[in-house]
């Protein structure tokens, strides 16, 4: 890959704590501005058994992707990484039927459950999180192409 740093091993390091309740992002790409922290969501290709079952809009999808970042987050800093870079968190998701005006519902429920109104109330040294997106795989491919992604 093109990334200075990428790790696709954070479920197995939280899985391997006992008992962790850790939830992780898919993966995590180090590049010379950014951090990135990918959630991916693929419900929307043959072979999937209920396609239609999968609702990314709905509150409690919503949460477990937003408690994914922040269980990442400590991870990566713990590490030292992207100390001057911005974090940004990108939901990747396919669903039946999914639409640019789902996906901009599902970024303004999560940006409302990220820490942005957090950090900007009380004024951090380092700075929590700088963006969210929820691309689908084709806007991933044109945002970061760098970075392909396949179905």
């Given at each position: 890959s093109k990334a200075i740093w990428a790790t696709d091993q954070l479920h197995e390091y939280y899985k391997a704590i006992k008992d962790s309740i850790l939830h992780d992002v898919d993966f995590i790409v180090?590049?010379?501005?950014?951090?990135?922290l990918v959630e991916c969501k693929?419900?929307?290709f043959k072979g999937v058994n209920c396609p239609k079952s999968f609702k990314p809009i709905q509150r409690d999808t919503i949460h477990l992707v937003a408690r994914?970042?922040?269980d990442s987050i400590?991870?990566?800093k713990g590490l030292g990484k992207g100390k001057t870079k911005k974090f940004v968190y990108v939901y990747v998701v396919e669903a039946h039927h999914g639409s640019i005006t789902e996906?901009?519902?599902i970024r303004n429920r999560l940006r409302d459950r990220l820490p942005f109104k957090l950090?900007?109330?009380h004024r951090f040294e380092d700075t929590i999180i700088h963006d969210v997106y929820v691309l689908?795989?084709?806007e991933w491919n044109k945002k970061?192409?760098?970075y392909p992604a396949a179905r």
């Open positions: 180090e590049d010379a501005d950014q951090l990135l693929n419900a929307n994914k970042y922040y400590h991870f990566v996906r901009k519902g950090q900007k109330k689908s795989i084709d970061y192409p760098q």
